[in-house]
């Protein structure tokens, strides 16, 4: 059976993925796993200001999505971890595709920011389907 995987930072851009996620696992009949990763307090504190509210709010977020798609088989995984891109891409490294939404940032925004989007498809070792930002 495939498995799609769509990472969500739970933002619109990383919707939009969901939501394509969604259309390609009907298609092809496959599972879909909803990833979402935050900052664990242990290895990043600078990070996170409450990450076992933030990991418990961004499952029953992501369990709502999925108990709205009765004709899925939906999974739903919450990671901690420091460095949230590696975990990304280790988390799926059995999909058959995953799935990111891109925030579009540019210059300072993202030289500061940086993209995780962008360094999710230079690390995976899977397909990996990038969507562009839902404001263009």
């Known amino acids: 059976m495939a498995e799609l995987w769509v990472a969500t930072d739970l933002s619109p851009a990383a919707d939009a993925a969901m939501e394509l996620g969604c259309r390609w696992a009907r298609a092809l009949g496959a599972d879909l796993v909803l990833l979402h990763v935050v900052h664990d307090p242990v290895l990043a504190p600078a990070f996170t200001h409450d990450a076992l509210g933030d990991a418990a709010a961004a499952r029953e977020r992501l369990q709502r999505f999925a108990s709205a798609q009765p004709d899925l088989r939906c ?9 949230v891109v590696p975990a990304i891409v280790t988390a799926a490294a059995r999909a058959d595709y995953l799935f990111v939404g891109s925030h579009g940032r540019s210059g300072f925004q993202r030289l500061r920011l940086g993209s995780v989007a962008t360094a999710v498809l230079r690390q995976a070792t899977v397909p990996v389907v990038c969507l562009p930002p839902v404001d263009r």
């Open 75 to 83: 999974r739903v995984e919450v990671h901690a971890a420091e460095d």
